[in-house]
């Protein structure tokens, strides 16, 4: 896709140009568009036929303001638009996050619960028996000291 959008530029760099000549003889890109035509191919998806048949490509294209001039929109207004629950108040709006954040999570099924369950009751035991250890071999030591 991206060595398409490519071609194109490079189609388009060249017509702006005047047409450099192609190093390797290949005809100009027009009737290089053309022979695709007549072999079936489909136009590509950034070009368009304007009212003169020419085609117009998306970088000549005018785009449109984003907002009219004169339409005061204020801040709050628009994070009114994108989130329609900011309007019940900061705690509900943090409970319906959390909510959703909730309907996302993927939940353990019972076989891994048991899992996880066994390895932390394994390692509480191992932890356990190593302090204990430690706790009876140092014990007569600080008893001595004290």
């Known amino acids: 896709m991206a060595r398409d959008r490519q071609r194109a530029r490079q189609r388009r760099a060249e017509r702006r140009s005047g047409g450099a000549p192609d190093p390797l003889g290949r005809a100009s890109a027009e009737i290089e568009e053309a022979r695709l035509a007549e072999a079936g191919a489909v136009v590509p ?77 394994g390692f509480v035991v191992i932890a356990g028996g190593y302090l204990g250890l430690l706790d009876a071999l140092w014990q007569p030591l600080i008893e001595a000291i004290l």
């Open 45 to 121: 998806p950034d070009a368009a036929e304007g009212d003169d048949g020419a085609k117009i490509y998306d970088d000549e294209l005018e785009r449109a303001p984003d907002a009219v001039e004169g339409d005061a929109v204020s801040l709050r207004d628009i994070e009114h638009a994108e989130h329609p629950r900011r309007k019940r108040g900061r705690v509900f709006t943090f409970l319906g996050h959390c909510v959703d954040e909730l309907r996302r999570v993927q939940w353990p099924n019972r076989r891994h619960v048991g899992q996880a369950t066994a390895v932390v009751l």
